[in-house]
């Protein structure tokens, strides 16, 4: 399952701010982080290591079994995070389904 959002003193979003990526390719990656469900709640609040305000408490499952953090979309939104290129991929990869093709898998990942 791969992931993406999760950070540590190796990963930190402030190393990824690119102020520059702007355009379909942006647009695709916040429809493909909106598409994800809930999943692993968690007891409290992750707090941005940017800026310090309160985000989600728990995991988002996405299209091709990506999982990110609830409010990863926050780093991308307010602080022009981008993500790793093999995240971007899948996002415009899902963006050019039909909606159907969504739909069947939004069931699939429901089922696993």
């Not at 942006?26 to 709640?41: M, T």
């Not at 007891?43 to 800026?51: E, L, P, S, V």
């Not at 995070?81 to 069931?107: C, D, Y």
Request: charged letters at 25%.
């Amino acid at each position: 399952m791969p992931t993406v959002g999760f950070w540590s003193d190796e990963l930190r979003p402030q190393d990824l701010v690119d102020p520059s990526w702007k355009g379909p390719e942006r647009k695709a990656v916040l429809a493909f982080i909106r598409a994800g469900h809930s999943v692993h709640y968690y007891k409290g609040w992750a707090n941005c290591r940017i800026c310090g305000e309160k985000l989600g408490s728990c995991d988002l499952q996405l299209p091709f079994g990506w999982v990110c953090p609830d409010m990863f979309d926050h780093y991308l939104i307010a602080h022009r995070v981008k993500p790793p290129r093999n995240f971007i991929k899948a996002a415009v990869k899902w963006s050019h389904l039909s909606p159907a093709q969504k739909v069947k898998l939004r069931e699939e990942a429901y089922d696993e």
